[in-house]
């Protein structure tokens, strides 16, 4: 399965940028970036997703690397409510019904 | 947000009953999903379906039975609960018409916490 790589924790100040990396260095051509996030006592929840181009809707933005190696979920003025984990999943064709494989995600702390 | 429900939201159950848990949804998607959450443990996919009477296997199927009968119900099963059972249950759904489905965005359930005395 194609696996993606995430830092286990973040920490971040209420209203700056935050930067949630990810490398997936065996995605191949078709495969789509996914972000999803919980938050404490919830479902996850869809952030974004994208293929080649960078990414924007009301949640973030993703940045993707030139080779797709990788990629950047952006939170432009974090909020104390995005206090959460934040999986990157990739979705192949070999995954048939679209099937997300949750790893451990990036635990993201946002201090007032 | 999505409509899609789950029921119970709490059980409570002794080892050695059946126990089945309801997933419904009011947006006519084509797949659904079942997954487990526990501690120090990322969702794990128990099963999921691609259509009606269209089931397949997850990673940790061993336990479960499932069955969806009509589009907008996915039931999930267990036989006969044990204490490795106990967890929390998400269902979730994708397939918007018209979307390359490996676009697909999931959307989860509340969450059935399930424990098995």
């Known amino acids: 399965d194609a696996k993606t790589t995430q830092p286990n924790s973040m920490e971040s100040n209420e209203e700056e940028p935050v930067h949630l990396p990810c490398n997936h260095s065996?995605?191949?051509?078709?495969?789509?970036i996914h972000w999803y996030r919980q938050l404490p006592s919830q479902g996850p929840e869809y952030v974004i997703h994208g293929l080649t181009s960078n990414v924007n809707n009301r949640m973030a933005s993703l940045a993707i690397a030139e080779d797709r190696k990788s990629s950047t979920l952006i939170l432009h003025r974090a909020t104390l409510r995005d206090a959460a984990v934040y999986y990157c999943?990739?979705?192949?064709?070999?995954?048939?019904?679209?099937?997300?494989?949750f790893g451990e995600g990036t635990q993201l702390t946002v201090n007032p | 947000d999505a409509g899609i429900t789950q029921s119970p939201r709490h059980k409570v159950t002794e080892t050695g009953t059946p126990v089945t848990l309801r997933c419904h949804q009011t947006?006519?998607?084509?797949?659904m999903y079942w997954y487990r959450q526990d501690p120090g443990h990322g969702l794990r996919l128990i099963h999921y379906?691609?259509?009606?009477?269209?089931?397949d296997k997850g990673e940790v199927s061993d336990g479960y039975s499932v069955s969806r009968s009509k589009t907008e119900d996915f039931l999930l099963t267990l036989e006969s609960a044990t204490s490795s059972q106990t967890s929390v249950y998400f269902c979730?759904?994708?397939?918007?018409?018209?979307?390359?489905?490996?676009?697909?965005?999931?959307?989860f359930g509340p969450g059935t916490r399930l424990t098995v005395t």
């Open positions: 947006e006519n998607h084509r797949y």
């Open positions: 379906s691609y259509g009606v009477k269209d089931t």
């Open positions: 999943i990739l979705i192949t064709k070999e995954t048939s019904g679209s099937r997300l494989t």
């Open positions: 979730a759904i994708s397939g918007s018409a018209g979307v390359d489905p490996l676009a697909y965005e999931q959307y």
């Open positions: 065996t995605i191949s051509g078709t495969d789509y």
